[in-house]
T-cell receptor
């Protein structure tokens, strides 16, 4: 596609339920990032995929969060047993190589607004 | 202390004013980016810098590696420039991306 696509755009879920958020990066981009932005807060790094390397999961806030990237393309961020503090906008970005550190531009999706009630 | 600090946090200015947003960082970096987040939440990358200065239209970004400081300037500001501007660095010891908390800019007509 023309840009990074995320789905759903909005998700309201009950506390304790599991949710899956999807990111379709730009075709050919090897690097994919997940971030979240809580209300009024800055961007928080969650996880980074680069090609076939083991992902950098150092930003995941708890073991309820996991992400996978199938075939080096689509990525799914899964939050198990959601809590109210998980409410945030979850953003995905992709870039050709190495994202910001590789010196190439990163392209962001429009985000998924998750509300846990 | 955050590794990336932006100032000011909030800025309101009149249309036409010259705008400066500052970013200071405390780590060694391989690159610095300025990002723009629109009110709807979408983010676009404005500049990637590793040295010197870049210009795109009314936007100018500078970086001083020795002083660990970057500035984003907007000339002849316009209400459509209203957005959150975010500074992000790639930390060179582990390639981790670190974001500033952003500067919320509001340009009044």
């Amino acid at each position: 596609g023309a840009g990074v696509s995320q789905s759903p755009s909005n998700k309201v879920t009950e506390k304790g339920k599991d949710v899956e958020l999807r990111c379709d990066p730009i075709s050919g981009h090897t690097a994919l990032y997940w971030y979240r932005q809580s209300l009024g807060q800055g961007l928080e790094f969650l996880i980074y995929f680069q090609g076939n390397s083991a992902p950098d999961k150092s930003g995941l806030p708890s073991d309820r969060f996991s992400a996978e990237r199938t075939g080096g393309s689509v990525s799914t961020l899964t939050i198990q047993r959601t809590q109210q503090e998980d409410s945030a906008v979850y953003l995905c970005a992709s870039s050709l190589v190495g994202g910001l550190m590789g010196g190439t531009e990163a392209f962001f999706g429009q985000g998924t607004r998750l509300t846990v009630v | 202390k955050n590794e990336v600090e932006q100032s000011p946090q909030n800025l309101t200015a009149q249309e036409g004013e010259f705008i400066t947003i500052n970013c200071s960082y405390s780590v060694g970096i391989s690159a610095l980016h300025w990002l723009q987040q629109h009110p709807g939440g979408g983010i676009v990358s404005l500049f990637m810098l590793s040295s010197g200065k870049k210009k795109h239209g009314r936007l100018i970004a500078t970086i001083n590696i020795q002083e660990k400081h970057s500035s984003l300037h907007i000339t002849a500001s316009h209400p459509r420039d209203s957005a959150v501007y975010i500074c992000a660095v790639a930390r060179n010891r582990d390639d981790k991306i670190i974001f500033g908390k952003g500067t919320r800019l509001h340009i009044l007509p």
